[in-house]
């Protein structure tokens, strides 16, 4: 049977349903020439957001500085404290389609960013408006049945594949430091412990600071105070598993936790 096309009215309603019921949509009936940032909008309004303040959570990030970053907001409903090992931020939701996980650095603004603001900072000077910093785990999903497949700016609609975001108990005052010496470690259950050594994509998360405030304050409005931005990958995709346990550690910054309830699996990657 062939798959129904999606107008571009009809994706925000198909990334909805899937949200809802948890049962993935059909890539394949969409068309690509998607108002990406129209759909972002539309589905933030419908969790609260009005324009003129951006929303107060956001991913960032890209695969190479050569190329463009991506940005996209996240609901605050998702958002969640890992407060210690022994209580680890807990999702109950089952996966869409992954139980896919990132270890990032998330960066929180100390005051309020406008426009006019926003067009006055270089590279160097943006520094100045972050206040404290912490590790995160981004639980990876996709509202789409071919996941990470799926065409660029239906991944983009979905949020960049986000299904929650879990911060670590500790935030730190944010200061400069050699990125490439950072040390990141992620458990997952049993299994071995992962080590990664300065493998952020970018070189230094704080890269997407300014590319991501000119983005926010043009399209969203002001970005204000307490604002937090996690910043990209530095393990890729891991695959976890519903009821699993999974434990982020950067040295010398802070720790986080999450568990997964337990409930039917997700299928496996398609890109693996």
Not at 35 to 57: E, F, I, K, T
Not at 207 to 228: C, F, I, Q, R, Y
Not at 254 to 262: D, I, K, P, T, V
Request: hydrophobic share 45%; net charge negative; charged share 15%.
């Amino acid at each position: 049977m062939r798959a129904p096309e999606f107008h571009k009215s009809q994706v925000l309603q198909a990334l909805r349903e899937a949200h809802q019921s948890g049962v993935a949509a059909d890539a394949s009936g969409v068309r690509d020439d998607i108002d990406v940032l129209a759909v972002l909008q539309h589905a933030a309004a419908a969790g609260g957001w009005r324009p003129g303040s951006a929303p107060a959570y956001w991913k960032s990030g890209g695969p190479s500085p050569a190329l463009p970053l991506f940005h996209a907001p996240l609901p605050t409903q998702g958002v969640l404290p890992s407060h210690s090992e022994r209580n680890p931020a807990r999702i109950g939701q089952p996966a869409c389609t992954l139980y896919g996980v990132e270890a990032e650095i998330a960066l929180r603004i100390g005051r309020r960013v406008d426009r006019a603001l926003a067009l006055t900072l270089t590279a160097d000077s943006v520094h100045g408006l972050v206040d404290a910093m912490t590790v995160a785990i981004e639980w990876v999903d996709s509202r789409w049945r071919q996941n990470l497949q799926a065409p660029l700016p239906l991944l983009q609609a979905d949020r960049l594949s986000h299904g929650a975001l879990v911060l670590g108990q500790d935030w730190l005052p944010y200061l400069p430091r050699d990125w490439s010496a950072q040390r990141c470690t992620v458990q997952i259950d049993a299994e071995a412990v992962r080590e990664f050594k300065g493998s952020h994509p970018l070189g230094d998360p704080s890269a997407v600071l300014l590319p991501w405030l000119l983005h926010a304050t043009e399209h969203w409005g002001s970005v204000e105070a307490g604002s937090v931005v996690t910043t990209g990958s530095w393990t890729g995709i891991l695959q976890a598993r519903a009821g699993s346990r999974v434990g982020v550690s950067f040295d010398g910054l802070a720790q986080a936790w999450l568990e997964f309830g337990a409930g039917s699996s997700a299928p496996p990657f398609c890109n693996e």
